[in-house]
């Protein structure tokens, strides 16, 4: 078992900063992908950004690349979402996930997900 908490949530105004934290226990944190989603209000969950067991592999989804970076510390078991530049369109209650790397990036699918922390940009 893998227990994720999200943290560093809140409301920011349009082309601020803010960064997101997700601290796992439980099983190893290196054996796994992580991964960001998100899911705005009537819309279904997509994928933001995943990151492969070692940092080696990283993925995001075109609407943040260039804007969010991904990062992990496997000695702190934590992984992390800098978003820059942040949109209206960004609110969103966001979501860690950890599992295979390409299973997150490609198929939004993750063994264990965390509770979630919520976005809201305001224009």
């Known amino acids: 078992q893998v227990q994720l908490v999200e943290s560093g949530g809140g409301l920011v105004q349009a082309g601020d900063a803010l960064k997101l934290s997700c601290a796992a226990s439980g099983r190893s944190f290196g054996n796994y992908g992580m991964g960001w989603f998100r899911q705005a209000p009537g819309k279904e969950r997509e994928f933001v950004a995943a990151i492969s067991r070692y940092g080696g592999n990283i993925y995001y989804a075109d609407a943040v690349k260039g804007r969010f970076t991904i990062a992990r510390d496997n000695v702190k078991s934590t992984v992390s979402l800098q978003m820059n530049r942040l949109k209206p369109e960004d609110t969103a209650v966001y979501y860690c996930?950890?599992?295979?790397?390409?299973?997150?990036?490609?198929?939004?699918?993750?063994?264990?997900w965390g509770q979630g922390t919520q976005v809201t940009v305001s224009s």
């Open positions: 996930a950890a599992g295979q790397t390409y299973a997150i990036a490609t198929m939004g699918s993750a063994d264990y």
